[in-house]
């Protein structure tokens, strides 16, 4: 079941020029850079609309055919990260660390607090720069481990984009 879930996830992340990093439990950790802020949000804004069909797709043939089923939590969120190798002489791991990853893990956390498919944060949201998406304020929330109060989002309608 996870891997049929994952690779949904792989395939929609990389048709919009993003990288999988991880598979971390059920869940993926993935980035986009695509050379700035408004043309990354903007690329994996097009993955969470894909992810959306696809995995309602696949969890309803799962269902129909009888087998386990799950639904789509996804955290947006955009920040700096350090990539790189990290780990020890005996066992390496090519990842992203900072701040950011915290954020982004607490942001998907909530989707289930606040029955979400999709949670986005105020940095992405504020990156975003494209009308056609309506996005609905969750209002603000304090994230564990987040020094700051954040206002979260989810995406209502998707529209059309261009990026």
Do not use: W
């Amino acid at each position: 079941m996870v891997n049929a879930y994952f690779e949904c996830i792989v395939q929609s992340v990389h048709k919009y020029g993003g990288n999988v990093l991880k598979f971390m439990g059920d869940g993926v950790l993935a980035i986009f850079d695509k050379g700035s802020d408004e043309l990354s949000t903007c690329a994996a804004l097009h993955v969470a609309e894909h992810l959306r069909r696809q995995i309602s797709e696949l969890t309803s043939d799962r269902r129909n055919k009888g087998l386990p089923a799950t639904g789509l939590y996804l955290g947006l969120h955009l920040g700096e990260v350090y990539c790189g190798n990290v780990g020890s002489p005996s066992r390496v791991d090519f990842t992203v660390t900072g701040p950011a990853v915290n954020e982004v893990s607490r942001i998907e956390g909530m989707c289930r607090t606040m029955n979400k498919d999709i949670v986005i944060s105020q940095d992405f949201a504020d990156k975003l720069g494209i009308e056609s998406v309506k996005l609905t304020s969750l209002g603000t929330h304090n994230l564990g481990g987040v020094s700051r109060d954040n206002e979260l989002f989810t995406m209502e309608s998707f529209g059309t984009l261009l990026c």
